[in-house]
């Protein structure tokens, strides 16, 4: 790895809805994620022990405002702060209140060249004493975030050569699939080509294949647009499932994935940009699979940092409280 820092794992995604209560619902009643809390600046979900691992926060524009990875410890957060600072790239501040918001215990922002991306790097999330516990579906994590992007060399570059993603699988001019290093899973983040930046679509991963099946059905039961699958992709191996949130933003379900151990890993595939690469089973996408998610910038009205004023509301029966 050409990076002074080591990752931990995709932790969480922040996405603009429009609906708040909707988006609420469907991702609590039709994704089966909990909910931790809300409070007048964002509601907070959950499909593990974090605090959160999808935000929500309303906007006159679906779409995706930030995304979240976790570092190894403390000391790689503090190199990755003098990193990022060593590129050039401006660092956004996150404000003593808003972490005490977030149940975090450090974290940096800053955005990606191109999209304008904000990405997060932080440690130390508050785990809840409760266990999370599947209802619709036995969720094992968030799993990964897919964009769109128009400057694909450059967005891959970056991602590469400066934040240390490791390329697991590649169709050239199309695709690249990145694992966030150590972390074994096959990918954390993709990226495709499109004809300008936006959010493709948000992963959760599922236990069991039967997870895909009855969701289908449960979809289709809610009159909720399935736009592809089920299917199986050559990258990374899963079986998957892809279906329209509130907003018509893209939501996936998948089974099943590679892992790549730390040391000796395989080299990256250079797969065939062909129909068949992205399902093996013969499925073809919808017009809508992955058309909505703007990249919220840095200019926007909804970027602001939120009041330190905000108040919280606890609806999870967790205690409230800063981390010591």
């Not at 209560?21 to 994704?31: E, G, M, N, R, W």
């Not at 979240?68 to 003593?96: H, N, T, W």
């Not at 959760?204 to 979809?219: E, H, K, L, T, W």
Request: proline share 6%; aromatic share 10%; hydrophobic share 45%.
């Amino acid at each position: 790895m050409n990076v002074p820092f080591r990752y931990r794992r995709l932790g969480y995604v922040a996405l603009n809805v429009t609906d708040v209560a909707a988006s609420t619902a469907f991702y609590v009643d039709q994704v089966g994620l909990a909910l931790t809390e809300s409070s007048e600046t964002f509601t907070a979900l959950r499909c593990s022990r974090d605090h959160h691992n999808l935000l929500l926060f309303s906007a006159s524009e679906p779409g995706v405002k930030r995304i979240g990875f976790e570092l190894a410890s403390a000391a790689d957060l503090a190199a990755a702060r003098r990193y990022i600072v060593s590129l050039g790239v401006a660092l956004e501040e996150v404000p003593a209140a808003e972490l005490k918001q977030l149940r975090t215990v450090a974290a940096f922002r800053f955005r990606l060249p191109g999209s304008g991306l904000c990405f997060e790097f932080f440690v130390q999330m508050m785990q809840l004493a409760q266990a999370f516990r599947p209802t619709v579906a036995k969720i094992e994590r968030l799993g990964h975030v897919v964009l769109n992007v128009a400057d694909f060399d450059q967005s891959l570059g970056f991602l590469t050569e400066k934040l240390g993603f490791c390329v697991s699988d590649f169709v050239p001019g199309f695709a690249a699939f990145l694992r966030c290093f150590p972390n074994p899973l096959h990918h954390s983040l993709a990226i495709l080509t499109g004809a300008h930046d936006h959010l493709n679509h948000v992963n959760f991963m599922v236990q069991d294949i039967d997870d895909v099946g009855s969701a289908m059905n449960r979809m289709k039961k809610a009159n909720i647009e399935i736009v592809f699958g089920p299917g199986r992709h050559q990258p990374s191996e899963s079986i998957f499932l892809y279906f329209l949130d509130p907003d018509r933003m893209t939501v996936e379900y998948s089974f099943g994935m590679e892992r790549f151990p730390e040391d000796a890993a395989r080299e990256a595939r250079l797969l065939e940009p062909v129909p068949g690469t992205l399902d093996s089973w013969g499925s073809v996408p919808s017009p809508a699979f992955g058309q909505i998610g703007r990249i919220e910038q840095a200019g926007d009205a909804n970027a602001a940092v939120p009041s330190a004023a905000a108040s919280v509301v606890r609806v999870s029966g967790e205690p409230s409280g800063a981390l010591a």
